[in-house]
């Protein structure tokens, strides 16, 4: 399949088994195949990447995806985040662009990472993620991270809170969601993952504050993909009745 950039992409996919909320999530069935499975294959499957590594610490999912004839990268050691852990395949790797799918959203959009890779043609982004629109209802969940972009879609900010805040009543405003597939240059990948955490990141628990506090613009990329991410049994249900099957 012809792919829309010049520029060598790699996909990695962090692939934790432990989980608070949801342990070993990754390994679930979902309509014959495990959530990593799925994850790794409708990856594969949009034909954007030049390879797609999954980033593992265990050997139960590293078997499941060599089971499904894909290619595993065995972390060294334990990280607190999914950046630190393709860090360490990304310094091993050569590509121009390091894109961190995360392991828990088994339904990937072509289009949304095709264009994705696509900004990257512009030699002044290094860091890229995509947003979509949500109702002002939707954004009052502190668990929907949210984002303020500038004229040219850079974030100026994310916060768990809604943002803007709206003061004059009955105006309409679009608040838009983050999605966390992030894209990378691979050297503020590498740079990145060094720093120590800042101070707005410790706030909000969000890692990407660390990057706009530390002066690096994030180029957000508009979709109407809502991905479908699997963090508790429920939402595991929801994807199964999601594929047609029975659950």
């Known amino acids: 399949m012809t792919k829309k950039h010049l520029l060598k992409s790699i996909a990695l996919i962090p692939a934790r088994y432990a989980s ?6 990754l390994v679930q069935d979902l309509c014959g195949l495990s959530v990593i499975q799925r994850t790794y294959l409708s990856t594969k499957e949009t034909g954007v990447f030049d390879q797609v590594v999954v980033v593992t610490d265990h050997e139960a999912i590293a078997d499941q995806i060599k089971a499904v004839g894909g290619e595993v990268f065995f972390s060294s050691k334990e990280y607190e985040s999914g950046s630190d852990r393709i860090a360490e395949a990304a310094l091993q790797l050569e590509a121009d662009i390091f894109v961190n799918v995360q392991g828990d959203e088994p339904f990937q959009d072509r289009n949304s ?27 009052q969940n502190p668990n929907a991270v949210k984002v303020v972009v500038d004229k040219d879609d850079f974030a100026l900010y994310f916060s768990r809170s809604p943002i803007p805040y709206v003061r004059e009543k009955g105006v309409e405003i679009p608040y838009w969601k983050h999605v966390g597939v992030y894209a990378y240059r691979k050297e503020i990948l590498l740079e990145f993952t060094q720093w120590p955490k800042s101070f707005l990141e410790q706030t909000e628990m969000l890692e990407q504050l660390r990057l706009l506090e530390n002066g690096i613009r994030i180029k957000m990329i508009p979709t109407e993909q809502q991905a479908i991410a699997i963090d508790t049994k429920e939402d595991l249900e929801k994807a199964v009745r999601w594929m047609g099957g029975e659950g």
């Open 20 to 25: 608070t909320r949801f342990p070993a999530k």
């Open 113 to 139: 990472l095709v264009n994705l890779n696509a900004v990257f043609s512009d030699p002044e982004v290094q860091v890229a993620t995509m947003m979509f629109a949500i109702s002002a209802e939707a954004a």
